[in-house]
Nanobody
Framework: QVQLVESGGGLVQAGGSLRLSCAAS????????MGWYRQALGKQREFVAT???????DYADSVKGRFTISRDVARNTLYLRMHSLKPEDTAVYYC???????????WGQGTQVTVSS
């Protein structure tokens, strides 16, 4: 089992920045890829960014150039640095982790990001 706990969300003005963190615990040795997703009120959860086990990065078009995903393996922590935030970035942000062999997905409880105009 893998447990994920997100933190770092909050209220920020448009154009501002935030850094989200996702601390992993439990069977972290099983983790391959990790990623960030978000869900705005009344909308479906959508992909934001992922980092593969070999370090490949992928971003949604809507956040390219503004968000940066990174992973500190020693600290078992995933990060999402967000710059030039827009009101449409307002959502609950979720961290996920994929097991290497089983491809089982784990999710955190989410952290709210609110961007005011």
């Amino acid at each position: 089992q893998v447990q994920l706990v997100e933190s770092g969300g909050g209220l920020v003005q448009a154009g501002g920045s935030l850094r989200l963190s996702c601390a992993a615990s439990g069977s972290v040795f099983k983790i391959n890829a990790m990623g960030w997703y978000r869900q705005a009120l009344g909308k479906q959860r959508e992909f934001v960014a992922t980092i593969s086990g070999d370090g490949r990065l992928d971003y949604a078009d809507s956040v390219k150039g503004r968000f940066t995903i990174s992973r500190d393996v020693a600290r078992n922590t995933l990060y999402l640095r967000m710059h030039s935030l827009k009101p449409e970035d307002t959502a609950v942000y979720y961290c996920n982790a994929e097991e290497l062999v089983s491809t089982r997905l784990y999710w955190g409880q989410g952290t709210q990001v609110t961007v005011s105009s």
